[in-house]
């Protein structure tokens, strides 16, 4: 069975940081690029950033600069660091796991950024 499992949201001050997780179970977790998604009330999910295996990675450009991913292919888990949060980045944040053939996604975190 395969399991994505989110973590880290939760309420943050704008300008401070978070670090989301997704632990990956079930999966050749090497054999996956691993993307992180959000969906802000009211507007589409949007792609934040990937990381293919080879540790490769892509941003949105929204959070260029601010957010970082990475991967530990021994814990079969991805990190995306954000820092400098603003308002706008308020959204649920899903993992997602893809490999051309197979399409895999989190249950989603909460991500709140407010004063």
């Known amino acids: 069975q395969v399991q994505l499992q989110a973590s880290g949201g939760g309420l943050v001050q704008p300008g401070g940081s978070l670090r989301l997780s997704c632990a990956a179970s079930?999966?050749?977790?090497?054999?996956?690029?691993m993307h992180w998604h959000r969906q802000a009330p009211g507007k589409q999910r949007e792609l934040v950033a990937s990381i293919r295996s080879t540790g490769n990675t892509n941003y949105a450009d929204s959070v260029k600069g601010r957010f970082t991913l990475s991967r530990d292919n021994a814990e079969n888990t991805v990190y995306l660091q954000m820092n400098a949060l603003k308002p706008e980045d308020t959204a649920v944040y899903y993992c997602n796991a893809f490999n051309g053939y197979r399409d895999y996604w989190g249950q989603g975190t909460l991500v709140t950024v407010s004063s």
């Open positions: 079930g999966i050749i977790f090497s054999w996956y690029t």
